[in-house]
Every structure is written in C-alpha cells, then in structure tokens.
C-alpha cells in the first residue's frame, strides 16, 4: 500500500552479518546447553570419620552421595573438574565470538529489536515455565519475518504500522501459565515489573513499558469464547481467531536487538498471524485506530510473504484450521493475489 510501508532489502554484507551472528549464538546456545549436566558441583564430605563425594545441583546443596572415597568416586572426581574446565574454556570462546557478532550486527545497521523485547526473549526458552514457547503475537513479530527475508519493513511517521510498539509487547501462550510464573519471567528480564492492579496478565516496568500475555481460550475454534484484547476489555470471538493462532505453526527467527544482540524469536506462521490481523481490522468492535494498524500490518506482511518468503504458500492445510470466511477476507488484500480453490465452499 504506497506510502503507508515500504520493502528495503538486506545489502549482501547485513545478510553475511545475520548469518555469522545467528551462528555464533546458536553456537553459544550449544554451549550452554552441554554445560546444564555440570550445573552445581562435586564435594568431599566427612560422615562418621569417613569421606563421600556428594554432587550437589544448586547453591543451596541440595544433592545426593555418590559413595564413599574409592577409586570409583575418586575418577568420578577428577572427571568432573576437568569437564567443568573444558566447558568453562568453551563458554570463554563462544562468548568472544558472540561480542565480535555484536559489534558486525550494530556496524553493519541491522540492530532493530528494541531492548526491553530482546531482555525477555532471552529468557523465553522453553522448559522454562512450559512445554511450549511463548509466541510473539504483536507488531514485534514483524521483526521475525523480516530477518527471514531479508528486508526491513520502513514506515513513514505517520504510518499506523507500527503505533505503540514502543511501549508495549504482547506474548501468547499455548499452555497455562501462572501469574506468578510470568511475573517472575518478567524479572529476570528486569526486576522492577510490577502486576498491573486488577490484571493478573499484564505487567509494567519502571520505565512505563507494559507486557501482556495472551492465554490460551478453553473453547475450541469456531466456537464462542472470550479474548482480551486491550487492559479492561472483554470482547467475544465468535470464529475463535486466537485458538486458531496458537495451534497454527511456529516460527523461528533470530533477530537482532538495537544494542547488536542475536536472541531466538518465536511467533505464529506468518500467513496465519496476517489473517489474524486482517481480521481484527474488520471487527467493528475495536478502536478505529487500532483497526486501521491492523489492516496496514496485515497487507505489509501478506505483501513480504508472497515477495520474500514463497516458500510460505497462502492457504496450505495448516491455514485450514482458520474458518473459510476468514480466509476469504485475503482475496485482494495484495495486487495479483487469489484464492485458493481448495478453500471454497459450495
């Protein structure tokens, strides 16, 4: 849509940069991970005049014996500390490597994830506070479909594209998660959120940026549920857009933040999270403003699909678990686009 976004694609040196960034992290990542099984410590304990080796998994000693003093335990010793050195060197270099692909990311002009979205991210792994990831499901997810095509979504001023992103990320889940849960997620992240008063699914920081989560409906798709939509209200979805959106398929981008860091962001199929939002801009019950966002993000990203990502067919089986009017209202939405035969209905 002229003048309301535009495509810049990546130069060949920000595509190299993003691919040895998003290297070193997964890189790092590895790491990290086959550093868990050491996570604690070994020690020699006195019982009764006699010595064990304990291994301990916290800093509280919470652990168990693995024996007394034998040359059984006593291997086990000394082959624990020199894995604990070796990991310890690993982390040393993957961590130089990880600050070099910072440094490329901020030269090369491709640091676009605003700071308090990458502080959470980072703490969004799964097994973490569920079996499943939480998804970014708000304007921020545009940031995933742009590192994996390669462009940048620009906007003019005055563009509806990305209003009150700045101050704002909206998270989904796909499995319960307590208030407590996702507070204490948040404070990883930065200690200061804080509940909202009477919205157990919103926080706040010191810094006036606010983080909703999104839970999952009890309702099927396609029947009546309820879906929050902005703080106080309460509004019905009679097609079950967000049931829809949680089971649709995940996507994983890495994207880079405004200080160079790489982090892993999880969101919806990008087909599903455009239908999504055209939807939302053709429900009469929403602010007008809020409509008009939708409507402009929905094109942006329809249009980037089906220029930058044909490997993302429209209306695949995953996209039938959306109603077909639904899937309907993307006829015209993008010049040349049509729909599929597969999806009509008698």
């Avoid at 693995?66 to 310890?88: D, Y």
């Avoid at 308090?116 to 998804?135: E, K, M, N, Y």
């Avoid at 879906?227 to 880079?256: M, Y």
């Avoid at 403003?289 to 995953?318: C, G, N």
């Amino acid at each position: 849509m002229a003048g309301e976004y535009s495509f810049r694609e990546f130069q060949v040196n920000q595509q190299r940069t993003l691919d040895r960034a998003a290297e070193a992290y997964q890189a790092y990542l590895e790491a990290v991970q086959t550093g868990r099984p050491l996570k604690g410590g070994m020690h020699w304990k006195k019982v009764k005049g006699r010595e064990y080796l304990y291994k301990y998994r916290d800093r509280y000693g919470h652990g168990s014996s693995l024996g007394p003093r034998s040359p059984h335990t006593e291997l086990l010793w000394a082959q624990f500390g020199r894995r604990r050195r070796e990991i310890a060197d690993l982390l040393s270099l993957r961590r130089q490597q990880l600050a070099e692909a910072v440094r490329f990311c901020r030269a090369a002009l491709i640091h676009r994830v605003p700071e308090p979205v990458t502080r959470i991210l980072r703490h969004l792994t799964p097994g973490d506070l569920t079996t499943a990831p939480l998804l970014v499901v708000d304007t921020h997810a545009l940031h995933a479909y742009e590192f994996a095509a390669g462009v940048f979504i620009d906007a003019p001023r005055d563009s509806p594209l990305t209003e009150g992103a700045a101050q704002q990320l909206t998270l989904a889940s796909t499995a319960e998660v307590s208030p407590d849960k996702f507070l204490r997620l948040l404070r990883r992240a930065d200690r200061s959120y804080e509940t909202l008063p009477g919205d157990d699914g919103a926080a706040v920081n010191k810094r006036g940026f606010r983080v909703r989560l999104l839970r999952p409906p009890t309702a099927p798709s396609g029947h009546r549920m309820v879906v929050r939509d902005a703080p106080g209200d309460l509004l019905s979805a009679a097609s079950g857009d967000l049931a829809a959106l949680l089971i649709a398929p995940k996507f994983s981008q890495v994207v880079i933040g405004r200080r160079g860091d790489p982090v892993t962001m999880v969101a919806p199929d990008p087909r599903a999270l455009a239908l999504h939002k055209l939807r939302l801009s053709r429900r009469q019950d929403r602010d007008p403003a809020a409509r008009e966002r939708d409507r402009v993000q929905a094109a942006a990203l329809a249009e980037l699909i089906l220029r930058y990502l044909p490997q993302y067919h429209f209306f695949s089986s995953e996209l039938q678990l959306f109603p077909p009017e639904v899937a309907r209202l993307a006829e015209g939405m993008v010049e040349g686009y049509e729909v599929a035969a597969d999806l009509e209905t008698d």
